[in-house]
Structure formats: C-alpha cells, structure tokens
C-alpha cells in the first residue's frame, strides 16, 4: 500500500499570543503564508491542508492553491488530533505549526527523510531542543543533581524539550489523540529555530527580527 504524507498546518485568525493570529502581518507576510511557502517546496509531502474554521483563512488557501479542512467545533488540540486522523487514512501525518516561523524548511526536510530511511517508523519523529535550566516540579529539581548539591548548567544532565516545530507519524497514532507513538524519534534542533511567536508577543525588537527573517530569507530563495 502506498503511504502519503500530508501536511496539516492549524491556523487561526485570532489566539492568545495575538488578536490577528496566524494572519499576523510582517512586512507583507503572514504567518500562515510563510509556513505555507515552506511546506510547498517539500517534494515528499503530497497534499497540504490548513485547518481552520475561518472565512479568511479559507480565502488564503484558494489563493496559495492548497486544501482547506474545517476544524470541528469546540475541539480539544487531542480531538483535533482524532479528526485528522480518521480523516486520513493509510496516510502519514506532518503536522507544523506557523507559531514556529523560524524552523528552517532544510530541518523540516531533514526530518521527513530521517521519518523514511527509518521506514515510516511506527511511534514517529518529532523536533526537540537540548535545555539545561533550573526545573522546579512538586518542590523537587527536575535535575536529580541539583537535588543534591547546586551545580551549574554547564555541569547539568541535557533535558529534552518538545518543540512545536513538527510532529509526523502515522494516522494510527493520530487516531489515538497523539502525534506521534510511545517512543518516537528526537530531531534536535537550536534554540533560534525552535522560538515560537508566542515568546515574542508585544515585543517591537521581536517583530522586527521577524520581519527582518522572513526579508533575509526571502531574497535568497
């Protein structure tokens, strides 16, 4: 049986990082636009799909010549997982976020590649980051040394942090309420890559290193 992959990006026009959403505007770019450019350029990925529920949104998928599917109402991010499983059968799943405007397509591509040589591996990949920060859980350090005697970051153990760059497995998994199985695969990537739009809400330095980002990288495409 042939697997395709398709890609979901879920998108807004109105969150809780900003009243505009995904259609947030840099430089004459959106968002959504710049993760939809992105994702066009993946030769694997076989479909995009932008789920949402808005007008607006419906009209940018008409103009960048990609599917539209309507998010269900009132939906938990794990239903949301649910339906795009059931929608998709015999169909590998890369879900990708435009909160995430800084991963790279070249990561994205390394990631999809890594997901096949494995041959679709069952519990699939996601992106993560290295962290060495002082985590504190139920009045205990995440870090067991630190339990101990207080060290500094260079002498802490790595911790992984998921990021919300990207997520692929399979349909079975998405079934499930998950992107992704019991044990997936971990794609590091960098801090840079790996900040999220959220973290750069009523920022005006922010903005304009966004819009500086998507200018650089435009021109050399």
Known sequence: ??????????????NRYSKKGDLEDFSGVTLLEWKISQIKRLKYVDKIFVLSKEKKIEKICKENDVYFLKRPKNSSIANLFKFVGKRFKSSDILWTNPSSPFLKEETILKVIKKYI????????????????EYIIFKNKFINEKLNKAFVSRQ????????????????????????????KPMLHDIDWFESIEVKECKNSKVYKMFIELYFHLNSNNR
Do not use: C, H, W
Request: net charge positive; hydrophobic share 30%; proline share 3%.
């Open 155 to 182: 002498e802490m153990k790595n911790t992984k942090m998921l990021t919300n760059g990207v997520y692929l497995s399979s349909n079975k998994n998405y079934i499930k309420g998950f992107p992704f199985g019991e």
């Open 117 to 132: 040589k494995k041959k679709f591996y069952s519990d699939g990949i996601v992106t993560t980051r290295d962290i060495r």
């Open 1 to 14: 049986m042939k697997r395709n992959i398709v890609s979901i990006i879920p998108a807004q026009t109105k």
